[in-house]
Nanobody
Framework: QVQLVESGGGLVQAGGSLRLSCAASGRIFSNYVVGWFRQAPGKEREFVARITWSSGLTFYADSGKGRFTISRDNAKNTVYLQMNSLKPEDTAAYYC???????????????WGQGTQVTVSS
C-alpha cells in the first residue's frame, strides 16, 4: 500500500505562485509514476502532470505547460508541483496519485491522496 498526503494549497491572486507537496509513505517502488490531478466543482477530475519516481521523466497536460513544474525528492519521498502564473481557471482541488502504469486517466491510478484546495482570485 502507498499513502499520499498533499499540502501547500491556499488562496493566491492571479499571477501568483504556489508549490504543492505530495508526501508518500508505504511501499514506494522505483517503477511507480506519481501524477497530479485537479477537480473543479461540477467538472471531471483532470490530469495535470506526472513524473516517474526513478528517472524523473515528466509529462504535462497542455493546461500547465510552461507554467507548472513537477519534480521529486527521492530522499524525502516527496513529489512537488510548482505552479506559476496562476489563473482563476486553475482553481480546483488538487490531488496526487500513484500508479505503476504510464497513463493520464484517473482510472489508471491506484492510490490517491485526500487533496488540497487551490483558489486563485482575479
Amino acid at each position: 500500500q502507498v499513502q499520499l498526503v498533499e499540502s501547500g494549497g491556499g488562496l493566491v491572486q492571479a499571477g501568483g505562485s504556489l508549490r504543492l507537496s505530495c508526501a508518500a509513505s508505504g511501499r514506494i517502488f522505483s517503477n511507480y509514476v506519481v501524477g497530479w490531478f485537479r477537480q473543479a466543482p461540477g467538472k471531471e477530475r483532470e490530469f495535470v502532470a506526472r513524473i516517474t519516481w526513478s528517472s524523473g521523466l515528466t509529462f504535462y497536460a497542455d493546461s500547465g505547460k510552461g507554467r507548472f513544474t513537477i519534480s521529486r525528492d527521492n530522499a524525502k519521498n516527496t513529489v512537488y508541483l510548482q505552479m506559476n502564473s496562476l489563473k482563476p481557471e486553475d482553481t480546483a482541488a488538487y490531488y496526487c496519485a500513484a500508479t505503476r502504469t504510464w497513463g493520464t486517466s484517473p482510472a489508471h491510478y491506484d492510490f490517491w491522496g485526500q487533496g488540497t484546495q487551490v483558489t486563485v482570485s482575479s
